[in-house]
């Protein structure tokens, strides 16, 4: 009933930079939080950064502090990933997820995931 799209994902090489986009919808849906995940082959899923849509705070894994930059968009329960000076350790599978933590439809949705490769 909740659906959660991304797009933005594509073959960078290293140093640049992608902007992702995240949408969750549904009938009376309003996510509380909005987070970007990544994973690759044998690895955990990993939290990459996000954003409360009500305040705006955010939060970042270390390993993308000061390069990458998320927000939010409220009233479109939409939210953006702007990733700057990509690395190769980047590239992975991004998913988004969107939080509801009290009725109506409360739960965690997760889009299918968008491919970031960077490479040259």
């Known amino acids: 009933q909740v659906t959660v799209v991304e797009s933005g994902g594509g073959l960078v090489r290293p140093g640049g930079s992608l902007r992702l986009s995240c949408t969750a919808s549904g009938s009376r849906f309003s996510a509380t939080v909005m987070g970007w995940y990544r994973q690759v082959p044998g690895k955990e899923r990993e939290l990459v950064a996000r954003?409360?849509?009500?305040?705006?705070?955010?939060d970042y894994a270390d390993s993308v502090k000061g390069r990458f930059t998320i927000a939010r968009d409220s009233a479109k329960n939409t939210m953006y990933l702007q990733m700057d000076s990509l690395k190769p350790e980047d590239t992975a599978v991004y998913y988004c997820?969107?939080?509801?933590?009290?009725?109506?439809?409360?739960?965690?949705?997760w889009g299918q995931g968008t491919q970031v490769t960077v490479s040259s």
């Open positions: 954003v409360n849509l009500d305040s705006g705070g955010s």
């Open positions: 997820v969107a939080r509801r933590f009290v009725p109506p439809n409360s739960g965690s949705y």
